[in-house]
């Protein structure tokens, strides 16, 4: 293997020429208190952490970057820690995935424009390992991804709690008047017991899983409870891995090819994945010049057994559970005859390599393929005159009665409308109603808001049901479940058809048959086309303006098309 020089390095050019500007820089870093010895000779590694005092799945950053720096410098290199957008999940609005791009963007030009050799980026909050990893994807340097860790279980009256997926279902429930409100309040004390991420399958450790069966993280990475020691040494052993990365000059081009994505979505699959991952994952692919599509996602779907038993898909355990049952190399080496083992990680040994002799210790957690969750059936891809573009849907987290259902759709054009009908009791709708949000998609949200989980109306919820047909051009949050269709495209906002569907319209469910109609005639579609006068802008300025202007459809990944890698020239190295 050949070894790059310290004077190849992209830093020294910053370090170590002999010119006005590297007076400049050298002066300034001895400014900082830094010695010679501190990076005469050596690597800069940037860490990008994405630590917030707002982020309860990011806490831990704030110490943990510390572990990988120490990581760093063992190897012989020069840790510089870059702050980076939290987009924590939970408390910024409208949604996260309107500043996914952001994150992405500011990923890419931290990288590029800092004296740096290669990266180590710190996120695991949903929208935080797309965007980081679509970004440094772009900058091309060597990078490891460390993901923040999912917190430990959720724990209420002996029971565990899930994230996400247990506040939706109680929810319910307090809706339906069969739980308290001392419960509920118990419930809030009981079920976000520690810093790192959500811990249930949903998007955060679907993405991190995505993540590590890419290549881009060290072998378990992505499973480890983030307040487990085992994480401190993970994170000092990215430091030092890195090091070795850039000497090895191992950039992700060598790592994102076809069959590494094609092995990703494969896992993915096999977990039980969120919605969010098509998302992502075309997004994340697209910006390697791979060209992944719904259709690839749910080919795969329809050959991928669910064997990992976590919740929402699974019925009783999470990240905890799955992490003591062998975690993610363990679950990968159960599946090893699917998957393309050749392909090199940032370990620089290949996958198969590094998930060899992984073991399941607990078989219930992580299934054998012969007794999964489900025989397949992750997500599936719809089309039809609903959704022309595609639209998604997790038959494994809704009742199978829906899965091939027509119904008189209940339209609603903004969720301040929707919500303000869910509470109202006299509303006559019949559970096999479709309850339909729009404009609430990529442009119209903004951001395609996680709404697509409706909630159900409480008319319903007392005489008993927890399920319905529900349908938007919004995502879910991936720890919901239910019979929501989601990210239909293109969406309603840009005159996608969804836009022409009235109350009482049949809408037709065939998720076997993989289709979505609306039971109207084409003149009549037509008619209403005509008809149709786009929404107004939803922003005269801004990023909002700007993401407006560039963001494409949910089946194109939702990146901005300015950002794809064949929308113009390679942007040149910065003149220093
Ligand atoms: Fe951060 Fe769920 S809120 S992962
Ligand atoms: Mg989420």
Not at 349 to 364: K, M, P, S
Not at 413 to 426: F, G, N
């Amino acid at each position: 293997m050949t070894r790059k020089t310290y004077e190849e390095l992209r830093s020294a050019r910053w370090m170590a020429t002999d010119d006005f500007r590297g007076f400049g820089h050298r002066s300034r870093t001895l400014q900082m208190g830094y010695g010679e010895e501190d990076w005469v000779g050596k690597p800069v590694v940037a860490i990008l952490n994405t630590w917030s005092d707002i982020n309860p799945c990011h806490q831990h950053f704030k110490s943990r970057v510390e572990d990988v720096k120490r990581g760093v410098f063992q190897a012989g290199g020069w840790p510089i820690e870059l702050p980076a957008l939290s987009v924590s999940e939970n408390y910024v609005k409208p949604t996260t995935m309107l500043y996914r791009n952001m994150l992405a963007m500011e990923a890419e030009e931290l990288i590029r424009s800092h004296p740096v050799d290669g990266a180590v980026l710190m996120g695991g909050c949903d929208k935080s390992t797309p965007g980081l990893v679509m970004g440094a994807v772009s900058a091309g340097l060597p990078f490891i991804y460390l993901p923040a860790g999912p917190m430990l279980r959720g724990n209420w009256q002996g029971k565990t709690l899930g994230s996400g997926s247990d506040a939706f279902k109680y929810w319910d429930e307090r809706r339906a008047g069969t739980i308290s409100e001392e419960d509920w309040k118990g419930m809030e004390r009981g079920i976000a017991r520690s810093y790192g991420h959500c811990m249930t399958m949903g998007t955060a450790s679907t993405m991190t899983a995505i993540a590590e069966a890419l290549g881009l993280c060290l072998p378990g990475a992505s499973s480890i409870p983030a307040a487990d020691a085992n994480h401190i040494r993970m994170s000092a052993e990215c430091g030092r891995r890195i090091v070795e990365m850039i000497w090895e000059d191992l950039t992700p081009d060598r790592i994102l090819t076809a069959e590494a994505f094609d092995n990703a979505v494969a896992v993915a699959m096999a977990t039980g994945c969120s919605t969010n991952a098509v998302v992502h994952i075309v997004a994340m692919a697209r910006r390697a010049g791979v060209g992944l599509s719904l259709d690839d996602l749910d080919a795969k779907s329809r050959t991928t057994p669910v064997i990992a038993n976590v919740r929402p898909a699974g019925k009783d355990y999470l990240m905890e559970d799955f992490f003591y049952a062998g975690g993610l190399p363990a679950l990968m080496e159960r599946m090893r005859g699917a998957l393309h083992t050749d392909c090199l990680t940032v370990t620089g040994r290949t996958l198969g390599e590094t998930i060899a002799g992984a073991r399941v210790w607990n078989d219930d957690v992580i299934r054998p393929l012969e007794n999964p969750i489900y025989p397949e059936g992750s997500l599936a891809v719809l089309k039809g005159n609903l959704a022309p573009s595609g639209a998604v849907i997790k038959p494994v987290a809704c009742d199978p009665k829906f899965l091939v259902h027509e119904g008189p759709a209940f339209v609603f054009d903004s969720y301040p409308a929707l919500k303000a009908k869910l509470d109202d009791e006299s509303w006559e709708i019949t559970p096999d109603a479709v309850l339909v949000l729009r404009n609430a998609g990529p442009k119209g949200g903004p951001g395609m808001p996680e709404w697509g989980m409706i909630p159900m109306p409480k008319a319903l919820l007392k005489q008993g049901h927890r399920d319905m047909v529900r349908l938007s051009d919004a995502r879910m949050s991936g720890t919901s479940f239910g019979a929501c269709v989601l990210h239909v495209a293109p969406e309603s906002y840009v005159g996608g058809p969804l836009a022409l569907l009235r109350d009482g319209d049949v809408v037709r469910l065939d998720v076997p048959g993989r289709r979505l109609d609306m039971l109207v005639s084409e003149e009549e579609i037509a008619a209403r086309r005509a008809a149709w006068t786009p929404p107004a802008p939803r922003y005269g300025r801004g990023w909002g303006w700007m993401f407006s202007e560039h963001i494409l459809q949910a089946d194109q990944g939702c990146d901005f098309d300015y950002l794809l890698t064949d929308f113009g020239p390679p942007v040149p190295e910065p003149d220093i």
